[in-house]
């Protein structure tokens, strides 16, 4: 993350479209103004969100929205995260970042072990990761507080799984 510049907070959530409070250093405010990309610090990564809609509240506050996140259950994990832009024009972006930058990724839970990897997400009211687990697909709903860690370098995401979620497979 040493090319981007730290600009503030996502301090809440607001509303139930998926919009965020950002909470930032006020003398950046012509800089996000004018950005079409932020940067999430989300787990050590540098995730790129597009930004659809800014809304100045106050100096030191924005509501934004992000293209392809309009409900509140999308964006409520990225409470406390530091925001950043780009200043250096350094990080190749995305047009869309999701919870598909998984696929292909070994899931692994801390009790049980292997699970399976991911073959695909499903957007619905719940998201879904879809596990392929020995030929049997398996639906785990994407719950950001059971995910324990992330290896990209060796494509596994570590998962608590609550106790007997995995029972009928």
């Known amino acids: 993350?040493?090319?981007?510049?730290?600009?503030?907070?996502?301090?809440?959530?607001?509303?139930?479209?998926?919009?965020?409070?950002?909470?930032?250093?006020?003398?950046?405010s012509e800089i996000i103004l004018k950005e079409e990309v932020l940067f999430f610090d989300y787990e050590g990564m540098a995730l790129p969100f597009s930004v659809n809609e800014v809304k100045m509240l106050n100096p030191g506050a924005f509501l934004i929205s992000f293209l392809d996140y309009d409900q509140i259950d999308q964006v409520k994990r990225f409470v406390s995260c530091k925001v950043y832009v780009d200043s250096q024009g350094k990080y190749d972006i995305p047009e869309v970042f999701d919870e598909r930058v998984f696929i292909g990724y070994t899931f692994i839970d801390d009790n049980l072990g292997e699970i399976g990897v991911l073959e695909d997400v499903m957007f619905k009211q719940q998201n879904l990761f879809v596990i392929n687990r020995n030929g049997t697909e398996v639906l785990l709903p994407v719950v950001p507080e059971f995910i324990t860690g992330v290896d990209h370098d060796a494509k596994e995401l570590y998962f608590s799984l609550p106790e007997g979620m995995l029972d009928e497979f």
Do not use: R
């Not at 959530?13 to 950046?28: F, K, S, V």
């Open 1 to 28: 993350m040493d090319a981007l510049q730290y600009i503030g907070k996502v301090a809440k959530t607001h509303g139930i479209e998926g919009e965020l409070y950002i909470a930032y250093e006020p003398d950046l």
